[in-house]
């Protein structure tokens, strides 16, 4: 599986941005996508994921009511809606895949056993 993220820019405080991965390969339609972020610093977290079907999602508990994930299984590309950005949200955010239930386990921790990474894109909120 081959991912492909875009979207990150600047933005202003309160803003929104939308980062989109584009996956394709032989099994892209059958791996959960997801995001993760690592600000300068710290450690990377996970922020959200769609399983393969789009039925289940899992957003970070800080980043609900902010962030929302989407997919479209025809493309199939995986969409992340940032609203209300804050300047906390900084940080270069990696799209990912895997199994269904690798990365829902996964992106509830670092994702250091997630088996496929895209580039990063920078996303900076300015206040």
């Known amino acids: 599986v081959q991912l492909q993220a875009s979207g990150g820019g600047l933005v202003q405080a309160g803003g929104s941005l939308r980062l989109s991965c584009a996956a394709s390969?032989?099994?892209?339609?059958?791996?959960?996508i997801g995001w993760f972020r690592q600000a300068p610093g710290k450690e990377r977290e996970g922020v959200s994921c769609?399983?393969?079907?789009?039925?289940?999602?899992y957003t970070a508990d800080h980043l609900k009511g902010r962030f929302t994930i989407s997919r479209d299984n025809a493309k199939p590309t995986v969409y992340l809606q940032m609203n209300s950005l804050k300047p906390e949200d900084t940080a270069v955010y990696y799209c990912?895949?895997?199994?269904?239930?690798?990365?829902?386990?996964?992106?509830?921790?670092?994702?250091?056993?997630?088996?496929?990474w895209g580039q990063g894109t920078q996303v900076t909120v300015s206040s």
């Open positions: 990912a895949a895997d199994s269904d239930f690798a990365l829902l386990t996964s992106v509830r921790g670092l994702g250091n056993s997630v088996r496929y």
């Open positions: 769609v399983s393969s079907s789009g039925a289940h999602t």
């Open positions: 390969g032989s099994d892209s339609d059958r791996v959960s």
